[in-house]
């Protein structure tokens, strides 16, 4: 039976109320649909570990409903509360001291004295912390290693039998994960590109914002939890700044010129990089048939929101 339902009130109610009973519940957001448990219980966060066949030393996104939830259980510095004011709600984590005797369960740290939150700006996410009045631990509701959902109908597919309830809150409006920053070290550092870019976040804080070694980087993949190079990945294998498709390919294109081939998606055909993060996930899913070989990308100019789409393509395309 299908455990997608309208993301009404009632059904919102009813989430939180499994929530509370350490049940898992998948949940809109403007970024990707979230995995959703009670961040405070221990039991919960390891359900979630077990449903998405998570490495347990990746850690988890709390999800708070404002910046005072946010303030309960971490540090915030200088530069943290100028990120959040200026991006929260919105498509940013910040990882953060966790506040000592912080009720948020320990393993969604995996074990480290850091805590990542995020304040979503979608109106169910929302109202489901507001409802349930507590912190709710949710990364991306996949099964590790394989493509973000984007619809309920995402995360049915790979996760449905796991979850109390897919609430649908229709297609994500960005696409991408949110945007991960580091405020351990003296200087904030972007771990994951995502939802802001690094140009924007650099305009905030009035200085250039650094980047942790990304994938394909000498070393990558070493640097701390999250770094898994492969990541993302539909069943079949990606190739990436491809300028033809071969006869058993699929493409998935950019731009205005696009060479032929048998099964064409296109990212956004007049090349704006909003549409194409929207459109990334969905389209890499509905490529990804047992008829096709093989997909092959269009390149993806490396600018704004392009960084973040490229992370995700290096990891579809990274060996497995
Ligand atoms: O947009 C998003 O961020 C989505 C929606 C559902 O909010 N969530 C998401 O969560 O993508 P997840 O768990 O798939 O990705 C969390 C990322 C991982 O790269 C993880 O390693 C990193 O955040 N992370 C979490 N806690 C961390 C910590 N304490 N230190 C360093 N990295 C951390
Ligand atoms: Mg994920």
Redesign the pocket.
């Known amino acids: 039976m299908s455990k997608i339902v309208a993301a009404d009130i009632a059904h919102i109610t009813a989430a939180a109320k499994a929530l509370s009973r350490g049940e898992l519940v998948a949940f809109p ?1 403007e ?2 649909y ?1 995995l959703g448990g009670d961040a405070g219980n221990d039991r919960a966060v390891a359900a979630i570990y077990a449903a998405k066949g998570r490495p347990s030393f ?4 709390v ?1 708070v409903g404002s910046l005072n939830a946010a303030a309960s259980y971490a540090e915030l510095s200088p530069d943290a509360l100028a990120l959040a004011r200026r991006f929260w709600p919105g ?1 940013l ?1 910040l ?1 953060l001291p966790r506040l000592p005797g912080c009720r948020l369960s320990l393993l969604v ?1 995996a074990g ?1 004295e ?3 939150l ?1 304040v ?1 700006a979608h109106p169910v996410a929302q109202a489901l912390l507001m409802l349930s009045n507590r912190p709710i631990a ?3 509701a996949n099964p590790s290693g394989r493509i973000s959902p984007t619809t309920a109908a995402h995360v049915e597919e790979g996760l449905g039998d796991k979850v109390a309830m897919i609430l649908d809150g229709g297609p994500c409006r960005i696409g991408l ?2 945007t ?1 920053v ?1 405020l351990l070290g003296e200087e904030p550092q972007i ?2 590109p995502g939802g802001i870019d690094a140009e924007t976040l650099a305009a905030e804080l009035g200085r250039p914002v650094g980047m942790a070694p990304q994938v394909g980087d000498v070393a990558a993949g070493l640097h ?3 770094r898994l190079l492969s990541h993302y990945a539909p069943a079949c294998p990606v190739r990436l700044n491809a300028t033809s498709a071969a006869a058993d390919e699929a493409l998935l294109a950019f731009g205005p010129n696009v060479p032929p081939a048998a099964v064409v998606l296109n990212l956004s055909t007049t090349g704006d990089l909003t549409e194409a993060a929207a459109n990334l996930f969905a389209m890499l899913r509905a490529l990804d048939r047992p008829e096709v070989k093989g997909i092959a990308v269009m390149p993806v100019p490396e600018t704004g929101l392009g960084t973040a789409i490229n992370d995700r393509l290096r990891r579809a395309a990274a060996p497995r």
Do not use: F
């Not at 990746?58 to 996104?61: D, S, T, V």
């Open positions: 957001t970024t990707v979230g990746n850690p988890l996104i999800h498509p984590t990882v740290s480290m850091s805590v990542a995020r979503p949710g990364p991306s994960e949110s991960v580091s771990l994951r701390g939890p999250g």
